[in-house]
């Protein structure tokens, strides 16, 4: 399992940023203060500084998490807090939503952020309490040094059996006007790279990940990040709550990747008879490989190193 490289314990609050919870590094806070003993910016301000708070050294700048992270305004929570950290700048504030106390972190609880989720801001994730959070150095936003370093995931590769290697797998595609007679339309995933399908439990949002990223969550030793294929292609995202993760392994043998599929995968055994398709694809076609049609469907064949690689690679 990939760790922060950490040479003691960190101290981490937990808080929330529109309605997401995420743990904050406490290590460059020096203070926190009440969100109402804050000056605010007059008007719409220069958001993301939404006003300043007075210090012994001066009148600190305030920042909004939120719109740190690319949030657009909205007026703060009641009960919202001032974190006060030091930064290369000097003192400033970031302001945040019910936060709670801070409590101790072993090194053992960090794990690296997955690289297809593409958060610029959160570069790990911490286990606490049982569950998972972003994490996310608040001075590291206001142009400080991130205080540890992240080392990359584990390689990993999935052993297919001869059989699996004889075997696509079909991702049902719902679309949301289908006329009668319309031949129903599958992604196909060759067996041999489906480690498992697992229920979308403990699913993690990460605030200012891209849209087709729908978070992380933990698998087995690992923490893997989560693409929801439809919204990946193009299409109407589709909801957790009626959903799998696809646990894949990336071509290479990079870290596995979860994709949230519909419910209703089945196993296509090969090979089977199959045609060029003439239909246009409903998405992004860009994003397809082929089309065929196979049997009752027509089958989108994707590029797996681009559907897995970290946004922009």
Do not use: Y
Request: a neutral charge; charged letters at 15%.
């Amino acid at each position: 399992m990939a760790q922060v490289a950490t040479a003691k314990q960190a101290r981490v609050s937990q808080c929330r940023v529109r309605d997401v919870p995420v743990a904050l590094d406490l290590g460059a806070v020096r203070g926190v203060e009440r969100a109402d003993r804050m000056a605010a910016a007059p008007g719409d301000g220069d958001w993301p500084q939404v006003g300043s708070l007075p210090t012994r050294g001066g009148d600190a700048p305030v920042f909004s998490l939120a719109g740190l992270l690319g949030f657009p305004p909205i007026a703060a929570a009641d009960g919202a807090h001032v974190l006060l950290c030091e930064t290369p700048h000097g003192t400033a504030g970031v302001l945040v939503d019910q936060t709670a106390q801070g409590a101790a972190v072993g090194p053992e609880g960090f794990l690296a952020m997955p690289a297809v989720v593409g958060s610029p801001h959160f570069p790990a994730v911490v286990r606490t309490g049982g569950s998972l959070l972003p994490f996310l150095d608040p001075a590291a936003l206001l142009g400080g040094a991130p205080p540890c370093e992240f080392p990359a995931n584990v390689p990993w590769r999935v052993t297919a059996s001869e059989a699996a290697q004889r075997r696509l797998v079909l991702v049902p595609v719902p679309m949301p006007a289908r006329m009668p007679g319309d031949r129903e339309w599958a992604v196909g995933l060759p067996a041999a790279t489906v480690a498992e399908l697992v229920e979308p439990e403990r699913l993690v949002a990460v605030p200012g990940a891209p849209p087709h990223v729908a978070g992380v969550t933990a698998w087995r030793d690992r923490v893997v990040g989560v693409v929801n294929l439809a919204a990946w292609l193009g299409l109407p995202p589709t909801a957790p709550g009626r959903a799998l993760v696809a646990v894949v392994a990336a071509p290479g043998g990079r870290e596995p990747v979860g994709l949230l599929v519909p419910r209703g995968v089945r196993v296509l055994k090969l090979p089977v008879p199959n045609v060029a398709s003439q239909r246009t694809f409903p998405g992004l076609a860009d994003r397809v490989v082929s089309l065929v049609e196979a049997g009752d469907h027509t089958i989108a064949l994707v590029d797996l190193a681009e559907l897995t690689a970290a946004p922009g690679a």
